[in-house]
């Protein structure tokens, strides 16, 4: 975990929150190169689950709600967690990750008694200070999706079985966050609202279990890695009348990844009785109301990148020397291909290898411009970053070999082995690459 964190951030990938000022516990940043793989991963779940179905509709909900939606959902009463409390240092802990819960772990102090912390961040709206304005930064986005299902069914008018899918920012106000990107006061979240008829839900439940198996072997996760966890009745949320638990094997141990929950039609039922509102969808075929029940993908945008850098990281040895790289899928690859003239100080390499550059990034945005050090040092950095493939141009694709005029070198990064490919396959050589 430790070098992975360390490369993450010499490389720009991920770096500490408000590091220059020391920091704020449980919020990250993401440099160029973590933007493109978080930005990358969240347009092929959208490709994947909402523009590749005929059944879904997108969303972006407000982060700010109306504070009486949290308060019909329980989320006002409930959204908590165990806390205790050193008596000597005052440092906090969740209870339920400690082993020893009357001791410190950090001073050896006696912990006081455990009460219940709510995670919820309070903020205020508005000008004035009473509690009227008092709203919340949410902590989940499916709330956005069921106060909007009947906007969309009257602008739409679907037909069940149908789904809302969002992205977007959620807030926790953990009481240890820890673990690099894994548990985090600012995180993101793919979810969908699947609305079914009742008498669907297990079928719809099975279809929803196998899609996200597609989606971890489609992003690039280590299937070895993973698990199905089956949440025992006691332990499941109020809400629920079953979930799953996709987990996987972090260094830390096995922990949380997704989740799948069918909700009942308990979110809906609550806000139609405290909104007044009803809520309800019309069957045209039966003639008859009924209140949809739900099924809820639930994705982590961080624990999905996570989970993709882990199982990319690599160690292996190539030309005799101990080598580290990152092995992702080029559909979720920061860059796609680096351009490089063999040379940097030979005029006629960088023009035509400029011009290979300019012609690729108008076809595949994600491509780098690299001429820093010589070829072998531009490979080590370039594997490092994960980048499948290294285009170089050398005296040959000027001609000094006619039979191999116009042609360039690319590398494989995983093998290190090269080809020769014409200068016009290379768009559809990347794109082909990339599917």
Known sequence: MEK?????KRRGFI???????????????????????????????WRMFVDGRDDMYGMDAAILMNARVWETTGHVAGFADPLVECTKCKRRFRSDHLEDKTKCPECGGALGPE???????STKVGATEDSSATSYLRPETAQGMFVNFKNVVDSFHPKLPFGLGQIGKAFRNEITPRDFIFRLRELEQMEIEYFVKENDWQRAFEEWRVAMNAWLELVGID????????????DLAHYSKRTIDFEFDYPFGQKELYGLAYRTNFDLSRHAEASKVDLSYFEEATGERTVPHVIEPSFGVDRTLLAVLLSAYTEDEMGGETRTY????PRVAPIKAAVSPLLKNKPELVEKARAVYAMLKQEVPQIMWDDNGNVGKRYRRQDEIGTPFCIVIDFDTLGENPELLDTVTVRDRDTGTQQRLPVSELTNYLKTAIL
């Open 326 to 329: 990152l092995k992702l899928h």
């Open 223 to 234: 299937r070895a890695r993973t698990h199905e966890v089956e949440i025992a009745p006691e």
């Open 15 to 45: 770096y500490q929150g408000s590091e220059i000022y020391g920091g704020l516990a449980g919020t990250y940043d993401y440099g160029p190169l973590g933007i493109a793989l978080k930005n990358n991963i969240k347009n092929l779940w």
């Open 115 to 121: 009460r219940q912390f709510n995670m919820m961040l």
């Open 4 to 8: 992975l964190i360390s490369l993450a």
